[in-house]
């Protein structure tokens, strides 16, 4: 079974975030300047936060999207909880 569009860019977005990673390990290990280093680093963040927002928007658009079709209450405030877990996580 071939992966659905959005999984296939998901995962190639990730693929060059872990590119990234290496080529900043490679930087540190060559001793490059700092500031560098950390331009790498924020470029890295970005990537990744790019490819969480599609992740979420993915969530949304199925996850959420199904228990909300499903018309199940329990259902709907788990995956509204889940959410609000996720978004209490992320403001640590």
């Given at each position: 079974?071939?992966?659905?569009?959005?999984?296939t860019?998901?995962?190639?977005?990730?693929?060059?975030?872990?590119?990234?990673?290496?080529?900043?390990?490679?930087?540190?290990?060559?001793?490059?300047?700092?500031?560098?280093?950390?331009?790498?680093?924020?470029?890295?963040?970005?990537a990744?936060?790019?490819?969480?927002?599609?992740?979420?928007?993915?969530?949304a658009?199925?996850?959420?999207?199904?228990?909300?079709?499903?018309?199940?209450?329990?259902?709907?405030?788990?995956?509204?909880?889940?959410?609000?877990d996720?978004?209490?996580?992320?403001?640590?």
């Amino acid at each position: 079974m071939a992966a659905k569009p959005d999984t296939t860019m998901i995962v190639n977005r990730l693929r060059r975030v872990e590119g990234q990673v290496r080529g900043v390990a490679q930087m540190v290990e060559d001793d490059r300047y700092c500031i560098d280093i950390l331009t790498q680093m924020q470029a890295v963040k970005a990537a990744l936060s790019r490819a969480e927002s599609e992740i979420l928007k993915r969530h949304a658009g199925c996850c959420v999207a199904e228990a909300i079709a499903s018309g199940d209450e329990s259902e709907q405030r788990r995956k509204f909880g889940e959410l609000i877990d996720l978004f209490e996580k992320a403001k640590r």
